[in-house]
């Protein structure tokens, strides 16, 4: 079935009301029913749903039908929302691989080999689990119990035991009837270079069964319980079902608490995983034994716009925190970094000093950007500059550029200007943009101002030269603004410079075009320049309404990509992002 019509039988057979029903309490009034919104925190019923099939929150304004709330409320992609509802409803999905240019032949060989490897981790996940009471998973009890890992704990997150042999588990899945080449490929067993046979990978060994979000096994970690000369942790290879940048660990037991308490713990291992939840951190996932992704960072977006990096104090983790706090701020979220004491760990903390003492760092955690000034202080300035300039290349949310900039500047006592060149310049060609040529220092004015202004000079240019020129001391606030960064023209561009070289006396050294502007905006017929206050609070006005609506375009660019590579679903959230209105007065 074609994907647009399964998408549509879905909806038929798989009621909104009875869906969401399942995971929050919905009160039914009239013809619609409601409840506390599980997107956002609130004790006022102001999440509606509606039999026709959709949903709509009055607080946060979140909105869609049941294939929006899956993708949020599990933190999915739409096709893995599509996969889950259709194997629900019954719908089968076998032509839907051809929208993304796939046989129908070949998408049922791969949907085949996903079945078949999903039911191979579940029997490795039992086995392991098996392994664990027999009298062979003794040393790893007994290593579970030093480390405060309790029945419960073990239980929840499905804990094992890889037995201390080359052939347990590929005699075991052999034993099954499994095809043990798919096991290959799918990450549960090695094959040898020599013999050509299947041997397995983890030995000796407790294993992290790692889960999507709908509970489903799809990898495993495994962690050596001595001192032996071997990796501490070894982890699944990517697969057919398991791509590591596009999951977190323990996911999916956290996503409620999340969604709850409105933040996450993020850390780097299982076994901090582990302990914060032992000790009622029930928000806390952890990476996957590689740098954080865009995709992990999108994910879990969804689930809050606030973190809480817990990554170790010494260098490499300060290293990897650095990284991390960047991804998250670079979309406009809120992130913050917990600092541990010298020399201790998550574990060794909370066991030795209680939830007390973490509580209070917690309370004390830098927030994102002041923590990459302080780690960015000890290292040379010029690698300081050159990651501030990439960090800056990064950010996604134009409105917050040029706050950014003097926040980095001021701080780590850069020339603010050397942060700004060339970065206009660069934002336009990844726009696509012609990007303008700004007048070089010592350029004679002749040059400069023989430059014709642009025919179709756009009126944002014109009224952020109109307040420059007026008020050509307050350049800096217009800098702020991100003004500097809207001109495009040459004419633009090579004005704004020689205001900023010469400030308030730039009147007498103008010729042409811009002496013209020049007069006509503060010559004897102009208004006279006594409000800068109110002039520049409305080009700020202006700037920002501007700016929003460049990010409404950037969003409509991504939805007509999505249709036409045939992704209609994966437009879902860019829908409700473009519904969503924009605070005129957003804080910077």
Not at 128 to 135: A, I, R, S, V, W
Not at 572 to 583: G, K
Request: charged share 25%; glycine share 10%.
């Amino acid at each position: 079935m074609a994907g647009n019509d399964a998408v549509s039988l879905i909806k038929q057979r798989i009621s909104i009301v009875d869906l969401i029903g399942r995971y929050i309490p919905l009160r039914q009034i009239g013809n619609r029913f409601v409840a506390p919104c599980p997107f956002h925190q609130e004790t006022k019923p102001s999440f509606n749903v509606t039999p026709d099939g959709r949903f709509y929150c009055f607080g946060c304004q979140k909105s869609g039908d049941i294939f929006t709330f899956w993708m949020e409320y599990h933190g999915v992609s739409f096709r893995e929302a599509l996969e889950q509802l259709a194997a629900e409803a019954g719908v089968p999905l076998e032509d839907y691989g051809q929208r993304h240019n796939k046989s129908q032949a070949n998408h049922k060989e791969e949907r085949s080999k996903r079945q078949q490897l999903l039911l191979m981790y579940r029997l490795s996940q039992t086995h392991f689990t098996t392994n664990l009471q027999t009298e062979a998973g003794t040393a790893c009890r007994s290593y579970m119990e030093r480390r405060g890992i309790s029945q419960d704990l073990a239980l929840r997150f499905g804990l094992g035991w890889a037995m201390d042999s080359w052939h347990d588990l590929a005699s075991f899945l052999r034993a099954q009837g499994c095809d043990l080449r798919l096991a290959v490929e799918g990450g549960l067993l090695g094959l040898s270079s020599k013999s050509g046979k299947p041997y397995d990978p983890f030995r000796g060994r407790l294993m992290f069964p790692i889960r999507n979000t709908g509970g489903e096994t799809i990898a495993f970690g495994g962690r050596i319980i001595d001192k032996r000369d071997e990796a501490k942790y070894i982890n699944s290879h990517d697969s057919p079902i398991y791509k590591k940048g596009e999951h977190l660990y323990g996911l999916d037991l956290a996503g409620k608490a999340i969604r709850v308490t409105k933040k996450v713990f993020l850390t780097e291992g299982y076994m901090d995983v582990l302990t914060l939840h032992q000790y009622g951190y029930e928000n806390a996932v952890g990476g996957l034994g590689t740098a954080l992704t865009d995709q992990q960072v999108q994910r879990l977006l969804g689930y809050s716009p606030q973190v809480y990096l817990l990554y170790d104090g010494d260098n490499a983790g300060r290293k990897a925190a650095l990284a991390a706090t960047a991804k998250f701020l670079s979309r406009g979220s809120s992130v913050k970094v917990i600092l541990q004491p010298e020399g201790e760990d998550i574990d060794s903390l909370l066991r030795s000093k209680g939830r007390e003492c973490f509580d209070e760092l917690t309370a004390k955690a830098l927030p994102g950007l002041r923590f990459c000034v302080e780690t960015l202080r000890q290292t040379a300035p010029r690698d300081a500059l050159e990651w501030c300039r990439t960090f800056i290349r990064s950010m996604q949310l134009p409105e917050l550029v040029s706050p950014t900039i003097s926040y980095l500047a001021r701080w780590l006592n850069f020339d603010e200007s050397s942060l700004r060149t060339g970065l206009g310049e660069e934002m336009e060609r990844q726009q696509g943009l012609p990007a303008a040529q700004p007048a070089q220092v010592g350029q004679p004015l002749g040059s400069i101002e023989s430059m014709q202004p642009d025919r179709s000079l756009s009126l944002m240019e014109k009224e952020i030269l109109r307040v420059a020129l007026r008020y050509p001391d307050h350049i800096g606030d217009i800098q702020n603004m991100g003004g500097d960064i809207l001109l495009k023209s040459s004419f633009a561009r090579g004005l704004w410079q020689k205001l900023v070289q010469a400030g308030p006396n730039a009147g007498y050294e103008l010729q042409g075009e811009g002496r013209a502007l020049w007069d006509r905006y503060r010559g004897l017929e102009a208004p006279p320049c006594t409000c800068p206050d109110l002039e520049l609070q409305a080009l700020k006005k202006g700037l920002d309404k501007y700016f929003h609506s460049i990010q409404k375009l950037s969003l409509s660019a991504v939805l007509r990509q999505n249709d036409a590579q045939g992704d209609f679903g994966a437009g879902m959230h860019v829908l409700d992002a473009l519904q969503e209105p924009l605070p005129e007065n957003q804080k910077r």
